[in-house]
């Protein structure tokens, strides 16, 4: 009986499998020039990026749909999200590889991709869906009904790309909705999500803040219309009272026909960053950081994907039909997901500015639950 060979880095990798996934529609890399070779090399190595960066968001929305999750949890999802982070931003580096394609060199060949076109990517797709993307905020492709039609086999048959987008579609929750359901279970000033006064200390905790809020308001604008001209003092005026009027439309969900869940969810965002040194929401709300950061990071990559686009080929129509980069750009802009949580930035006050808790020691690791 023969030993047992060791493992091998290539066997491991699957490394000969790998290199023979660059010969194009032809499936003959020698046929292809530098250009289409390196084309099709960067797309792969983006598309296994994205593979990770599921990976990595399902173990997150899974862990948020426990019922209850530990502060080491916390740690580990907030790994998780630097780790999306990261991958973005090393993505998004990776858009320099292709601008160094010439304009004419990539036409030679981009015939070839019609009517391809990044926008079938199905996993880009799953992230956007688990991410929590709304169906009704996609921006349209062309003809009604297109981002889904585009994702079919030329011959109208489904695809293995519209099945991944379906599955993901069916899988609830969706990470935003995972994450709002657990700050819902914030306790707000040592009182439980599930305690029967909780929302009337909810309704302390924001009328204590509103005070607060409005104190500095007034501070700012005597300061300001102190250094203005006295004729731009009701402008001045406009803006400070409309900082206030929005901060209780955003504490309150009057901007959304006063949905008592989101109010709550917000309220959670607040409490947990005005009160961040605590030691039992430290953890929370380094989950916050790190959404923020994930999202920003998302969006910078569709931003620096759209300028190499336009560096490469200009604002030509693109190969699946779309405008092109007129559609980047718009993905860039109005795919925002955590829009909540960016807001709440608008609100923080100066830490010695914040309402003082009545039951700070609630949130001691020796005393929290």
């Given at each position: ?36 070779l ?59 590889v ?5 304009t ?29 993307l ?32 379906r ?32 929302d009337?200390?909810?309704?302390e ?17 005597a ?5 203005a ?15 206030v ?39 929370p ?53 955590f ?10 006050l ?19 639950s």
């Amino acid at each position: 009986m023969s030993e047992p060979r060791g493992t091998t880095y290539w066997d491991y990798i699957k490394v000969e499998e790998l290199l023979a996934l660059q010969g194009g529609l032809e499936n003959d890399e020698s046929g292809l020039d530098d250009e289409e070779l390196l084309f099709i090399t960067v797309h792969q190595v983006f598309e296994l990026w994205f593979k990770l960066v599921r990976h990595e968001l399902l173990a997150a929305r899974n862990l948020f749909v426990r019922p209850r999750v530990s502060e080491q949890e916390l740690s580990r999802v907030t790994a998780r999200l630097r780790r999306v982070t990261t991958i973005f931003r090393t993505g998004a580096q990776h858009f320099e590889v292709v601008e160094t394609i010439g304009t004419r060199e990539y036409l030679a060949f981009r015939n070839k991709l019609m009517p391809a076109s990044g926008f079938q990517s199905a996993q880009l797709r799953q992230i956007e869906i688990l991410f929590g993307l709304d169906e009704e905020e996609r921006v349209p492709l062309g003809a009604p009904g297109s981002h889904i039609t585009s994702l079919m086999n030329a011959d109208g048959s489904p695809s293995p790309a519209l099945a991944r987008v379906r599955e993901a579609q069916a899988d609830k929750p969706n990470l935003r909705e995972a994450v709002e359901a657990w700050l819902e279970r914030t306790p707000i000033d040592g009182v439980a999500h599930d305690h029967p006064d909780i929302d009337a200390v909810r309704e302390e905790f924001v009328g204590r803040f509103l005070a607060s809020q409005r104190a500095e308001v007034e501070k700012a604008r005597a300061h300001a219309k102190g250094v203005a001209a006295p004729d731009d003092h009701p402008r001045l005026d406009a803006l400070y009272d409309r900082e206030v009027a929005a901060t209780e439309a955003f504490l309150r969900a009057s901007d959304v026909e006063g949905d008592p869940r989101r109010a709550r969810v917000r309220i959670a965002m607040l409490f947990i960053e005005t009160y961040r040194e605590l030691p039992l929401l430290s953890w929370p709300r380094e989950i916050l950081a790190g959404l923020i950061e994930v999202e920003q990071a998302f969006l910078i990559f569709r931003q620096r994907h759209a300028r190499m686009v336009e560096r490469v080929i200009g604002r030509r129509v693109g190969t699946g039909g779309s405008a092109g980069v007129e559609y980047l750009d718009r993905t860039a802009l109005e795919y925002r997901v955590f829009r909540d949580l960016w807001a709440t930035r608008t609100l923080l006050l100066r830490g010695e500015a914040a309402p003082p808790l009545e039951r700070p020691g609630f949130y001691d690791f020796a005393q929290g639950s």
